[in-house]
T-cell receptor, first 111, second 115 residues
Framework: DAKTTQPNSMESNEEEPVHLPCNHSTISGTDYIHWYRQLPSQGPEYVIHGLTSNVNNRMASLAIAEDRKSSTLILHRATLRDAAVYYCILRDEGSQGNLIFGKGTKLSVKP | KAGVTQTPRYLIKTRGQQVTLSCSPISGHRSVSWYQQTPGQGLQFLFEYFSETQRNKGNFPGRFSGRQFSNSRSEMNVSTLELGDSALYLC???WGTGGAYSPLHFGNGTRLTVT
Protein backbone atom coordinates (compact mmCIF):
# COMPACT_ATOMS: atom_id res chain seq x y z
CA ASP A 1 0.00 0.00 0.00
CA ALA A 2 1.22 3.45 -0.84
CA LYS A 3 2.27 5.44 2.20
CA THR A 4 2.07 9.06 3.17
CA THR A 5 4.46 11.29 5.12
CA GLN A 6 3.27 14.18 7.26
CA PRO A 7 4.94 16.45 9.83
CA ASN A 8 4.31 15.31 13.38
CA SER A 9 2.97 18.65 14.52
CA MET A 10 2.18 22.18 13.39
CA GLU A 11 1.08 25.37 15.07
CA SER A 12 -1.18 28.08 13.80
CA ASN A 13 -2.71 31.30 15.04
CA GLU A 14 -6.45 31.67 15.18
CA GLU A 15 -8.07 33.20 12.08
CA GLU A 16 -4.95 32.64 9.98
CA PRO A 17 -4.71 30.16 7.09
CA VAL A 18 -3.11 26.79 7.71
CA HIS A 19 -1.36 24.67 5.10
CA LEU A 20 -0.94 21.02 6.09
CA PRO A 21 1.45 19.16 3.77
CA CYS A 22 1.44 15.50 2.81
CA ASN A 23 3.98 13.61 0.70
CA HIS A 24 2.93 10.50 -1.19
CA SER A 25 5.70 9.84 -3.69
CA THR A 26 4.60 6.23 -4.40
CA ILE A 27 0.99 7.12 -5.21
CA SER A 28 -0.56 5.07 -8.00
CA GLY A 29 -2.86 6.28 -10.73
CA THR A 30 -6.00 4.97 -9.06
CA ASP A 31 -5.25 6.26 -5.55
CA TYR A 32 -7.50 8.96 -4.22
CA ILE A 33 -6.11 11.36 -1.61
CA HIS A 34 -8.34 11.53 1.45
CA TRP A 35 -8.04 13.70 4.53
CA TYR A 36 -9.59 12.95 7.87
CA ARG A 37 -9.19 14.71 11.19
CA GLN A 38 -9.69 13.54 14.73
CA LEU A 39 -10.71 15.97 17.42
CA PRO A 40 -9.98 15.09 21.04
CA SER A 41 -12.27 12.37 22.41
CA GLN A 42 -13.98 11.84 19.07
CA GLY A 43 -13.74 9.46 16.14
CA PRO A 44 -12.08 10.58 12.91
CA GLU A 45 -14.08 12.92 10.72
CA TYR A 46 -13.95 13.03 6.92
CA VAL A 47 -12.63 16.35 5.63
CA ILE A 48 -12.09 16.17 1.89
CA HIS A 49 -10.77 13.99 -0.93
CA GLY A 50 -9.52 14.37 -4.48
CA LEU A 51 -7.81 12.61 -7.36
CA THR A 52 -6.04 15.11 -9.60
CA SER A 53 -7.76 18.47 -9.49
CA ASN A 54 -7.88 20.85 -6.57
CA VAL A 55 -11.04 20.47 -4.50
CA ASN A 56 -12.99 22.81 -2.25
CA ASN A 57 -15.74 22.19 0.26
CA ARG A 58 -17.18 24.01 3.23
CA MET A 59 -14.48 22.69 5.56
CA ALA A 60 -11.28 23.04 3.56
CA SER A 61 -9.47 23.06 0.25
CA LEU A 62 -7.22 20.36 -1.14
CA ALA A 63 -4.37 21.36 -3.43
CA ILE A 64 -2.81 18.46 -5.35
CA ALA A 65 0.58 18.77 -7.04
CA GLU A 66 0.68 18.26 -10.78
CA ASP A 67 2.71 15.06 -10.40
CA ARG A 68 0.40 13.98 -7.55
CA LYS A 69 3.37 13.16 -5.31
CA SER A 70 2.28 15.65 -2.71
CA SER A 71 -0.81 17.50 -1.58
CA THR A 72 -1.75 20.25 0.86
CA LEU A 73 -4.83 20.59 3.00
CA ILE A 74 -5.74 24.24 3.41
CA LEU A 75 -7.83 25.58 6.26
CA HIS A 76 -8.61 29.13 5.20
CA ARG A 77 -9.18 30.58 8.66
CA ALA A 78 -8.17 28.39 11.55
CA THR A 79 -10.38 28.36 14.62
CA LEU A 80 -9.77 26.83 18.02
CA ARG A 81 -12.17 24.05 16.99
CA ASP A 82 -9.77 23.05 14.20
CA ALA A 83 -7.20 21.80 16.73
CA ALA A 84 -7.00 18.10 15.90
CA VAL A 85 -4.85 15.37 14.40
CA TYR A 86 -5.07 15.50 10.60
CA TYR A 87 -4.53 12.32 8.60
CA CYS A 88 -3.65 12.14 4.92
CA ILE A 89 -4.64 8.75 3.47
CA LEU A 90 -4.48 7.12 0.06
CA ARG A 91 -7.43 4.99 -1.02
CA ASP A 92 -7.55 2.94 -4.17
CA GLU A 93 -10.59 3.51 -6.34
CA GLY A 94 -11.83 0.02 -5.64
CA SER A 95 -10.65 -0.30 -2.07
CA GLN A 96 -12.67 -1.69 0.77
CA GLY A 97 -13.33 0.17 3.98
CA ASN A 98 -9.83 -0.37 5.33
CA LEU A 99 -8.06 2.92 5.69
CA ILE A 100 -4.38 2.86 6.54
CA PHE A 101 -3.81 5.66 9.02
CA GLY A 102 -0.33 7.01 9.64
CA LYS A 103 0.64 9.14 12.63
CA GLY A 104 -0.94 12.26 11.20
CA THR A 105 -0.17 15.90 11.98
CA LYS A 106 -1.24 17.31 15.30
CA LEU A 107 -2.43 20.85 14.69
CA SER A 108 -2.43 23.32 17.57
CA VAL A 109 -4.28 26.60 17.20
CA LYS A 110 -3.30 29.54 19.37
CA PRO A 111 -5.80 32.27 20.25
CA LYS B 1 -29.70 12.44 10.22
CA ALA B 2 -28.32 10.41 13.13
CA GLY B 3 -24.63 9.58 13.06
CA VAL B 4 -22.88 6.33 13.80
CA THR B 5 -23.80 5.11 17.27
CA GLN B 6 -21.55 2.89 19.33
CA THR B 7 -22.49 1.26 22.59
CA PRO B 8 -21.39 1.10 25.28
CA ARG B 9 -19.23 4.21 25.50
CA TYR B 10 -17.01 2.79 28.23
CA LEU B 11 -16.33 -0.76 29.35
CA ILE B 12 -14.10 -2.33 31.98
CA LYS B 13 -13.37 -6.03 31.77
CA THR B 14 -11.02 -8.51 33.40
CA ARG B 15 -8.38 -10.57 31.61
CA GLY B 16 -9.82 -13.78 30.20
CA GLN B 17 -13.34 -12.43 29.83
CA GLN B 18 -15.03 -11.74 26.54
CA VAL B 19 -16.73 -8.58 25.33
CA THR B 20 -19.22 -7.58 22.66
CA LEU B 21 -19.34 -4.09 21.21
CA SER B 22 -22.20 -2.74 19.15
CA CYS B 23 -22.38 -0.33 16.22
CA SER B 24 -25.41 1.19 14.52
CA PRO B 25 -24.47 2.74 11.17
CA ILE B 26 -26.00 5.76 9.52
CA SER B 27 -29.35 4.87 7.99
CA GLY B 28 -28.86 3.59 4.44
CA HIS B 29 -25.20 2.74 4.91
CA ARG B 30 -24.41 -0.87 4.12
CA SER B 31 -20.70 -1.01 4.90
CA VAL B 32 -19.37 -1.14 8.45
CA SER B 33 -15.68 -1.16 9.38
CA TRP B 34 -14.03 -1.57 12.75
CA TYR B 35 -10.78 -0.02 13.94
CA GLN B 36 -8.65 -0.27 17.07
CA GLN B 37 -6.86 2.83 18.32
CA THR B 38 -4.04 2.71 20.85
CA PRO B 39 -1.39 5.32 21.74
CA GLY B 40 1.39 3.04 20.52
CA GLN B 41 -0.05 1.63 17.30
CA GLY B 42 -2.44 4.38 16.30
CA LEU B 43 -5.51 3.48 14.25
CA GLN B 44 -5.50 -0.05 12.91
CA PHE B 45 -8.09 -1.71 10.69
CA LEU B 46 -9.82 -4.76 12.16
CA PHE B 47 -12.41 -5.81 9.60
CA GLU B 48 -15.13 -4.63 7.24
CA TYR B 49 -18.61 -5.96 6.56
CA PHE B 50 -20.84 -5.24 3.60
CA SER B 51 -24.32 -6.71 3.28
CA GLU B 52 -23.66 -9.17 6.11
CA THR B 53 -20.45 -10.50 4.51
CA GLN B 54 -16.95 -9.90 5.79
CA ARG B 55 -15.13 -8.20 2.92
CA ASN B 56 -11.72 -7.62 4.43
CA LYS B 57 -9.83 -8.40 7.59
CA GLY B 58 -6.85 -6.76 9.22
CA ASN B 59 -3.91 -8.42 10.91
CA PHE B 60 -5.48 -9.33 14.24
CA PRO B 61 -5.72 -12.70 16.00
CA GLY B 62 -8.80 -14.89 15.73
CA ARG B 63 -9.94 -13.72 19.17
CA PHE B 64 -11.31 -10.70 17.34
CA SER B 65 -14.45 -11.41 15.37
CA GLY B 66 -17.44 -9.58 14.09
CA ARG B 67 -20.71 -9.87 12.31
CA GLN B 68 -23.27 -7.74 10.55
CA PHE B 69 -27.03 -8.11 10.69
CA SER B 70 -29.57 -7.65 7.93
CA ASN B 71 -30.32 -4.12 9.16
CA SER B 72 -26.59 -3.30 8.75
CA ARG B 73 -26.00 -3.05 12.49
CA SER B 74 -22.74 -4.68 13.47
CA GLU B 75 -21.14 -6.23 16.51
CA MET B 76 -17.57 -7.12 17.25
CA ASN B 77 -16.49 -9.65 19.84
CA VAL B 78 -13.18 -10.10 21.59
CA SER B 79 -12.71 -13.34 23.46
CA THR B 80 -10.13 -14.21 26.12
CA LEU B 81 -9.28 -10.58 26.75
CA GLU B 82 -5.65 -9.57 27.25
CA LEU B 83 -4.28 -6.41 28.83
CA GLY B 84 -3.08 -5.31 25.41
CA ASP B 85 -6.65 -5.24 24.13
CA SER B 86 -7.25 -2.05 26.11
CA ALA B 87 -8.01 0.50 23.42
CA LEU B 88 -10.57 2.73 21.79
CA TYR B 89 -12.63 0.69 19.35
CA LEU B 90 -14.09 2.71 16.52
CA CYS B 91 -16.81 1.80 14.09
CA UNK B 92 -17.27 3.50 10.74
CA UNK B 93 -20.01 3.23 8.17
CA UNK B 94 -20.22 4.16 4.53
CA TRP B 95 -22.73 3.88 1.74
CA GLY B 96 -20.57 1.63 -0.42
CA THR B 97 -17.06 0.33 -0.47
CA GLY B 98 -15.43 2.40 -3.18
CA GLY B 99 -12.62 4.72 -2.26
CA ALA B 100 -13.76 7.54 -4.46
CA TYR B 101 -17.36 7.99 -3.43
CA SER B 102 -17.73 6.54 0.03
CA PRO B 103 -16.10 8.53 2.81
CA LEU B 104 -16.19 6.76 6.14
CA HIS B 105 -18.32 8.18 8.94
CA PHE B 106 -16.96 7.25 12.35
CA GLY B 107 -18.66 6.89 15.68
CA ASN B 108 -17.03 8.20 18.86
CA GLY B 109 -15.92 4.74 19.90
CA THR B 110 -16.07 2.38 22.83
CA ARG B 111 -13.27 2.76 25.36
CA LEU B 112 -12.35 -0.74 26.57
CA THR B 113 -10.14 -1.16 29.62
CA VAL B 114 -8.88 -4.63 30.50
CA THR B 115 -7.61 -5.10 34.05
Amino acid sequence: DAKTTQPNSMESNEEEPVHLPCNHSTISGTDYIHWYRQLPSQGPEYVIHGLTSNVNNRMASLAIAEDRKSSTLILHRATLRDAAVYYCILRDEGSQGNLIFGKGTKLSVKP
Amino acid sequence: KAGVTQTPRYLIKTRGQQVTLSCSPISGHRSVSWYQQTPGQGLQFLFEYFSETQRNKGNFPGRFSGRQFSNSRSEMNVSTLELGDSALYLCASSWGTGGAYSPLHFGNGTRLTVT
